[in-house]
């Protein structure tokens, strides 16, 4: 089938919005903090595309010890997510939702054929 069959036979389902939101990554609160001078060191003319690698260059570059203010940063947010799952319930529909979703993923996946 063709890309373009395939995205028709795909069905969107619905997102619980009162679902807890997840915790952010140690990354993305990299991202946040230093983003803004990244652009300006590299100048607002560059894109969007190569900020994100500069950062991204930066982040692998760095030692465990200067990453762990925002792994820290990660776990407070982790334990803002683990208390709002505590209370949360799906909805009947966004559990079937859910169901349907998984299943339809399963019929659409490709079967390996022995040859």
């Known amino acids: 089938t063709s890309t373009r069959e ?4 795909r069905k969107k389902y619905l997102k619980d919005l009162n679902a807890p939101k997840k ?4 990354f993305i609160f990299f991202l946040i903090s230093v983003r803004k001078s990244v652009q300006e060191e590299l100048g ?7 900020v994100s690698k500069e950062c991204g260059r930066r982040w692998a570059s760095m030692t465990p010890g200067e990453k762990e ?4 940063m990660f776990r407070e947010d982790n334990k ?7 209370d949360y ?3 009947p529909e966004i559990v079937e939702n859910a169901r349907l979703s ?11 054929t022995s040859a």
């Open 69 to 72: 203010k925002y792994n820290k």
């Open 44 to 50: 607002f003319a560059t894109g969007n595309g190569e």
């Open 89 to 91: 319930k799906p909805s």
């Open 102 to 112: 998984k299943l339809h993923k399963r019929l659409a996946k490709p079967r390996k």
């Open 23 to 26: 915790p952010t990554r140690p």
């Open 6 to 9: 395939t995205m028709l036979m």
């Open 80 to 86: 803002r997510y683990q208390e709002a799952s505590k």
